[in-house]
């Protein structure tokens, strides 16, 4: 029996995405997430005269030649992280640009083929890593304390049997495939046929996120995106999960100039903060019905977009770590 091809990836809110771009003919845009390639197509076929798509994960970057090579030279691939995005246009001779799309997470090129350890349906090796460099989840689960994997759990998975799992994970060792974590926390968690939620997805998506410093990145992409984005450029971003969206809302409220409720009691403060950054900020937007019907993977997305302002970027944003 051959394995079943994996099934393309169907790019999610693209239309939205587009029309929070509002990419004019011959303007410059960057595709953070390249993935398959769905948003940078949607840009393209708007008339952008420049796509700089990004993607770190080698085997994204090695399928998308062939839309390079059907683009007549508007389109470039960049086999870099989102957050190096300013110092890579740089290289390019790019210092502004118009838009700025971000579609955070993983593609399904990346989660269901078995051999990229992502999955905890099919087995396979534990991998998780969406480039070729840094530690593999194996590592991560075989070398960590279990203090720090109960942490990765909690945090990241926000999940509330964090402690007993990773004595679990401990106890285990070694721990080399997907199908053998995932019977891990099932036993841990107490899962059986029929509960809600498979515990399992909440650990893979912790040890995901942190095997890939995803939440350090997103909030890289952010600030690199204020960095390249020309006066009146606009910034796309969606999310999957309520910990990247926090991330996503409280940048945008923050850059646009929100400052927190203040107590009438403490003594005025100066209330010369750096100029707001982003404005026009939109209100988030989720998948309609029709989307959500033919596409699953839509589920828990949310785009969120705003407007650059002519202000200087803000050095540097939060405190750079989100455990
Ligand atoms: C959800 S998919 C994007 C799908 C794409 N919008 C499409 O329509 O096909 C996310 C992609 O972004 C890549 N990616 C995730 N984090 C990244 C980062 N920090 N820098 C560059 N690429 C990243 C992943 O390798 C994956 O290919």
């Known amino acids: 029996m051959t394995a079943a091809q994996p099934r393309p990836h169907v790019p999610v809110l693209v239309d939205e995405v587009v029309a929070a771009l509002a990419v004019v003919p011959g303007e410059t845009h960057v595709d953070g997430t390249f993935g398959a390639g769905g948003y940078s197509k949607a840009i393209l076929e708007k008339g952008a005269a420049r796509v700089f798509a990004f993607d770190r994960d080698p085997e994204a970057i090695e399928a998308g030649q062939a839309l390079v090579a059907s683009s007549g030279g508007r389109l470039t691939l960049v086999p870099e992280r989102f957050s190096r995005m300013r110092q890579a246009l740089s290289a390019r001779?790019?210092?502004r640009v118009d838009g700025v799309a971000l579609d955070i997470g993983v593609s399904s090129m990346q989660l269901d083929r078995p051999e990229r350890g992502f999955s905890f349906q099919a087995d396979g090796p534990l991998d998780m890593r969406m480039g070729p460099d840094g530690e593999s989840a194996t590592d991560f689960v075989n070398n960590?304390?279990?203090a720090e994997i109960a942490d990765v759990l909690y945090h990241y998975g926000e999940e509330r049997q964090a402690r007993r799992i990773a004595r679990a994970i401990v106890a285990a060792r070694p721990i080399a495939r997907t199908g053998e974590l995932a019977a891990i926390?099932?036993?841990a968690a107490g899962y059986h046929p029929g509960m809600k939620k498979d515990p399992a997805t909440r650990t893979f998506q912790a040890i995901r996120i942190h095997v890939n410093d995803e939440l350090n990145?997103?909030?890289g992409g952010l600030a690199a995106a204020e960095q390249v984005l020309a006066p009146g450029g606009r910034l796309a971003v969606v999310t999957f999960?309520?910990?990247e969206d926090r991330i996503?809302?409280?940048f945008l409220k923050e850059r646009a100039g929100a400052r927190?409720?203040?107590s009438r009691h403490l003594p005025a403060a100066n209330e010369d903060g750096p100029a707001p950054t982003f404005e026009a900020v939109a209100r988030p937007v989720t998948p309609s019905a029709a989307e959500l019907a033919a596409?699953?993977?839509a589920r828990s997305a949310t785009l969120r977009s705003a407007r650059r302002t002519a202000a200087a970027p803000v050095p540097r944003f939060g405190e750079g770590s989100y455990r």
């Open 93 to 95: 001779g790019v210092e």
């Open 144 to 146: 960590a304390p279990e």
């Open 185 to 187: 926390v099932r036993r």
């Open 217 to 219: 990145e997103l909030e």
């Open 241 to 243: 999960h309520s910990l």
């Open 248 to 250: 996503v809302k409280r």
């Open 260 to 262: 927190p409720a203040r």
């Open 295 to 297: 596409n699953p993977r």
